[in-house]
């Protein structure tokens, strides 16, 4: 049975005093636990609804509501590539073709050594940086098909 660390309980604890009641604190809560468990699987949300007194459908409904909450297992760097306007004209494609040249999958896929899986995403709210990715809590910007190739290089070695 899954549980969070004793960190991740202290994290837990902390969401929850952010909030008047436990409701709003569910996607905190969820984030948390995607951090933790890399997705939102049905043993997750039965475990995060047992954490605050909701049903697993409740808290599944909200999962499957936002794509930043994962509903399938995704490799130990997940990229994700915003696709919206700005990334799009400045080249996110051509980072994408590098990226499954490189990796040899296709989005949602994850790489036979388990570190690696991307897929397209909306806007990362860097318009400006464009083409944007994120990378867990990292983003990386003014993304060109050699600077994709030189991440993918950094993070298979990390
Ligand atoms: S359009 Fe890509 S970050 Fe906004």
């Not at 699987?41 to 794509?67: H, I, K, R, W």
């Not at 790489?111 to 990386?140: H, I």
Request: charged share 25%; with cysteine; hydrophobic share 35%.
């Amino acid at each position: 049975m899954i549980q969070f660390n004793e960190e991740a309980m202290r994290q837990y604890q902390a969401i929850l005093k952010r909030y008047p009641e436990k409701r709003p604190a569910l996607i905190p809560v969820l984030i948390l636990a995607q951090k933790e468990f890399g997705w939102i699987s049905q043993e997750v949300a039965e475990y995060v609804g047992s954490l605050m007194g909701y049903p697993a459908s409740d808290v599944l409904s909200v999962a499957t509501f936002y794509t930043m909450l994962r509903k399938k297992p995704v490799g130990k760097y997940h990229m994700e590539i915003c696709r919206n306007v700005s990334c799009w004209l400045m080249g996110t494609y051509p980072c994408v073709d590098e990226i499954k040249r490189r990796l040899g999958v296709e989005a949602e896929e994850i790489t036979e050594d388990g570190k690696f899986s991307w897929n397209l995403t909306e806007c990362l709210g860097s318009c400006g940086t464009a083409p944007a990715m994120q990378v867990g809590d990292r983003y990386y910007e003014n993304l060109t098909p050699e600077s994709v190739g030189e991440i993918i290089e950094k993070l298979a070695n990390d």
